[in-house]
């Protein structure tokens, strides 16, 4: 939507368009490593930052100027990394073991793995 919106109201030249969803995916990398430290150090705490900076995404990325989509850009990504480094590997403890889904994917490490003997 965002890429339509660029492209729609001349914002940024087409050619340019692809290097907001880079920069993003940069900050994405770079805070998903900041997240990850500071989950490491203070827990799920560390996820509120992420509410305010996906508030401002839609302010910024809509907007009729440069300037203010680059930003935008970067705080989505900061935002994502936030999410999807520290949020998918706490879910699993969120629910008590009898309501996750059986292990389908694979045997116990120690026999077989997709079919093929386990790695060492």
């Known amino acids: 939507m965002l890429s339509f919106h660029l492209q729609a109201r001349h914002v940024l030249p087409d050619s340019v368009i692809p290097l907001t969803y880079a920069a993003a995916m940069g900050a994405a990398a770079l805070a998903a490593l900041a997240s990850g430290h500071l989950d490491d150090r203070i827990g799920l705490r560390g996820l509120v930052i992420a509410l305010p900076l ?5 302010l910024l990325s809509f907007s009729t100027h440069a300037g203010p989509v680059w930003a935008g850009a970067i705080v989505w ?12 590997p706490r879910s ?3 629910s008590p073991p009898r309501a996750a889904a059986p292990d389908t994917a694979c045997s116990p490490p120690s026999t077989v793995w997709h079919g093929w003997p386990a790695p060492p």
Request: proline share 15%; glycine share 10%; net charge negative.
């Open 54 to 58: 996906s508030a401002v995404v839609p």
């Open 77 to 88: 990504g900061a935002a994502m990394g936030i999410h999807e480094s520290t949020l998918p």
């Open 92 to 94: 699993p403890t969120w």
